[in-house]
């Protein structure tokens, strides 16, 4: 079966550009989860989606906002990218029991 | 509020020795607690996790951890490390409030092996 998915595993984008970042849970998982790891610390909380509803939010700005497709898949975009913005973007997928299942990440390079 | 607490940012062992990694927790309620590795530019691998029941909980790879409420704490034991073990290990909490469930994670603990 196939893991957490996640796209695309390295982007470099300029101050101010937006980015929309993929995430596929496993199959049969109806809740995505998104985090950000900078270099260094702990991920931190941005968003829960489960069947397609906002189940919790981070204290994050609201340039960050994620959605969730009938097919559970999500997405993450963030506007007006700053330098602070780099980092890893995790995405998990975890079914009723609370066992988050993480992807690779997506290594975010602002410049 | 709620936190996790990894007091050691690295920690240093030889090949074949024991290893204990700290995590404290601060949680009203009883927490769902995890241990998940990682290593350099690496996703995170759950190596364990405690919901409830027997406090000493197995993990793979040889990992344990015990739940000790009374401490608050839930350190991640292994009786003999291997190079492989070589990575960045995280201590999480999972925290529910009003339908919104999220991990809330330490600084992390990155172990290094000397051969």
């Known amino acids: 079966d196939a893991g957490v998915t996640q796209s695309p595993t390295h982007l470099i984008k300029t101050r101010g550009q937006h980015v929309t970042l993929r995430c596929s849970p496993i199959?049969?998982?109806?809740?995505v989860s998104w985090y950000q790891q900078v270099l260094g610390q702990g991920p931190q909380f941005i968003f829960q989606?489960?069947?397609?509803?906002?189940?919790g939010r981070g204290n994050f700005p609201d340039r960050f906002s994620a959605r969730q497709f009938p097919n559970y898949s999500s997405e993450l975009n963030v506007n007006a990218l700053l330098l602070g913005d780099s980092a890893l973007y995790l995405c998990?997928?975890?079914?009723?029991?609370?066992?988050?299942?993480f992807g690779q990440g997506t290594r975010l390079t602002v410049v | 509020a709620q936190s996790v607490t990894q007091p050691d940012i690295h920690i240093t062992v030889s090949e074949g020795a024991s290893l204990e990694l700290r995590c404290n927790y601060s949680?009203?309620?009883?927490?769902?607690l995890f241990w998940y590795v990682q290593s350099p530019g690496q996703g995170l691998q759950l190596l364990l996790k405690?919901?409830?029941?027997d406090t000493l909980v197995q993990g793979i790879k040889g990992f344990e951890a015990e739940f000790k409420r009374s401490q608050s704490s839930f350190n991640l034991r292994k009786p003999s490390v291997h190079w492989s073990d070589a990575a960045e290990y995280f201590c999480?909490?999972?925290?529910?409030?009003?339908?919104?469930?999220?991990?809330?994670w330490g600084a992390g603990t990155k172990l290094i092996i000397k051969p």
């Open positions: 989606y489960y069947e397609k509803e906002e189940r």
């Open positions: 949680y009203g309620a009883t927490p769902y």
């Open positions: 999480a909490v999972g925290a529910e409030s009003g339908g919104n469930y999220q991990l809330i």
């Open positions: 998990a997928s975890s079914s009723r029991d609370r066992e988050a299942f």
């Open positions: 405690y919901f409830s029941g």
């Open positions: 199959s049969g998982h109806k809740s």
